[in-house]
C-alpha cells in the first residue's frame, strides 16, 4: 500500500507558474506521475517519471512542465511553467509500486492514487 499526498496546486494567471509536490509514505523507486482531470474530461497523463530519471511528457506540457524527484524524501514534484488556461484541472499523483519503468511513458495507468489537489489558470 502507498499513501501519496499532493500539494503546492493554486490559482495563478496565465503565463504564471506553480510547483507540485506529491508526498509518498514509502519508497518511492519504481514508476511515478501526475496526472490531470478536467471538468467532463477523463483523466489524462501529464508526465512520468521511472526509477531511472527518465520522463515522459504529454505533448501539451512538453517544454512549459517538468517533473522530478527527490529520492532521499520520496517526494515527486512538478514544475508548471508558462501556465495555460487549458492547464485548469485537478492534479493527482499516480504510482505504480513494483515496475522500475513507465510502460507506455505518459499513458501508463498507476495503481494508487493521491486525493489530487486543484490548478486553476486564468486568462
Known amino acids: 500500500q502507498v499513501e501519496l499526498v499532493e500539494s503546492g496546486g493554486g490559482s495563478v494567471q496565465a503565463g504564471g507558474s506553480l510547483r507540485l509536490s506529491c508526498q509518498a509514505s514509502?519508497?518511492?523507486?519504481?514508476?511515478m506521475g501526475w496526472f490531470r482531470q478536467a471538468p467532463g474530461k477523463e483523466r489524462e497523463g501529464v508526465a512520468v517519471?521511472?526509477?531511472?530519471?527518465?520522463?515522459s511528457y504529454a505533448d501539451s506540457v512538453s517544454g512549459r512542465f517538468t517533473i522530478s524527484k527527490d529520492n532521499a524524501k520520496d517526494i515527486l514534484y512538478l514544475q508548471m511553467n508558462d501556465l495555460k488556461p487549458e492547464d485548469t484541472a485537478m492534479y493527482y499523483c499516480?504510482?505504480?509500486?513494483?515496475?522500475?519503468?513507465?510502460?507506455?511513458?505518459?499513458?501508463?495507468?498507476?495503481?494508487?492514487w493521491g486525493q489530487g489537489t486543484q490548478v486553476t489558470v486564468s486568462s
Open positions: 499516480g504510482a505504480t509500486p513494483g515496475t522500475s519503468y513507465c510502460y507506455g511513458g505518459y499513458t501508463v495507468k498507476p495503481n494508487y
Open positions: 514509502r519508497y518511492s523507486r519504481y514508476c
Open positions: 517519471i521511472d526509477e531511472y530519471g527518465s520522463t
